[in-house]
């Protein structure tokens, strides 16, 4: 909310034409023509009025939740803005928006210097997981399933074995399926002389 409301002002617009819609926040002003808020926020609350809604994270739209919010401006102009227009649960937006227009390609973001043009590298396919029969839900893995299929030694020592002829001892972020995952990743790294830590949502500062 915050960065949305700092990037209308960056944008132009006076700060005192901006209300946000969240609680203790000094910028609360019912009377300014633009409204900032979360969904969860304003759906509790009572709704201020509007004749254009813009939503972020569009693909969010397909939910419930979502919809019986726009439902309450049936009049009003909506436009939604996302990066990942695909939901993994395969609920399209069809019923939701009437157009979808593409701003940009990721080739055109990366010859224009904002997004980093990937580097992609694999693993033999022998020590790829064997993915037969795990279930899925919302469209993805099941994660207790497929950490089980993951969390093999051959698999982790190639990760081990890949890092060291591709990152070149460079910093690097490893996302693994699961906390028991991540903790033997971590450890077979250590083991091969090379610092790592495991990092949860329970992780102190």
């Not at 990152?167 to 906390?179: E, N």
Request: aromatic share 6%; charged share 30%.
């Amino acid at each position: 909310v915050g960065q949305m409301c700092d990037h209308l002002v960056e944008c132009g617009i006076p700060s005192e034409m901006v209300g946000v819609v969240m609680a203790g926040d000094k910028r609360y002003n019912p009377t300014a023509p633009i409204q900032v808020g979360s969904v969860d926020t304003i759906r509790h609350r009572d709704k201020p009025l509007a004749d254009f809604v813009v939503s972020d994270e569009a693909h969010r739209d397909a939910s419930d939740g979502r919809r019986k919010l726009r439902a309450l401006y049936p009049d009003a102009f909506h436009l939604g803005f996302t990066g990942t227009p695909i939901r993994l649960d395969g609920r399209g937006l069809r019923d939701d928006y009437e157009e979808m227009y593409i701003g940009a390609q990721p080739s055109e973001l990366i010859a224009d210097g904002y997004i980093v043009a990937p580097k992609i590298y694999t693993v033999p396919p022998e020590l790829l997981p064997d993915l037969k029969g795990v279930k899925k839900r919302g469209g993805d893995f099941r994660e207790n399933e497929l950490e089980e299929r993951s969390n093999r030694k051959a698999l982790i020592g190639g990760i081990v074995d890949h890092w060291q002829r591709r990152a070149d001892g460079r910093r690097t972020f490893v996302y693994p399926v699961g906390i028991k995952h991540s903790r033997a990743i971590v450890a077979r790294f250590q083991a091969a002389g090379i610092a790592a830590a495991h990092i949860d949502g329970e992780t102190r500062s």
